[in-house]
Nanobody, 117 residues
């Protein structure tokens, strides 16, 4: 089974940028052949998929982050990253990575992103 760790969160002002990374260990073969996604869960809301990347590099984004967030992956390093620009207060959430669009790996701890002045 794949274990996922997502460091890189923090506090950022509106309009700022942040880069999240996700590293995988365990069954790396499972990581490299699957599409991967970044999800987020804001307080009182359901977890939602915000960015998706296939094993071939095709990407897809939720409308709420399109044009501001960029997902990329490095299969050689077993990592997937999320570059977040022009952050808004409504981007505040705990961010997770997992397989996408169906998150069948065990969830990691996630990382808190807070956008506030």
């Amino acid at each position: 089974q794949v274990q996922l760790v997502e460091p890189g969160g923090g506090l950022v002002q509106p309009g700022g940028s942040l880069r999240l990374s996700c590293s995988a260990s365990g069954s790396i073969f499972s990581f490299s052949i699957n599409a991967m996604g970044w999800y987020r869960q804001a307080p009182g809301k359901q977890r939602e998929l915000v960015a998706l990347i296939t094993n071939g590099g095709t990407t897809n984004y939720a409308d709420s982050v399109k044009g501001r967030f960029t997902i990329c992956r490095d299969n050689a390093k077993d990592t997937v990253s999320l570059q977040m620009n022009s952050l808004k207060p409504e981007d505040t959430a705990v961010y997770y990575c997992n397989a996408g669009p169906y998150p069948f790996f065990n969830w990691g701890q996630g990382t808190q992103v807070t956008v506030s002045s």
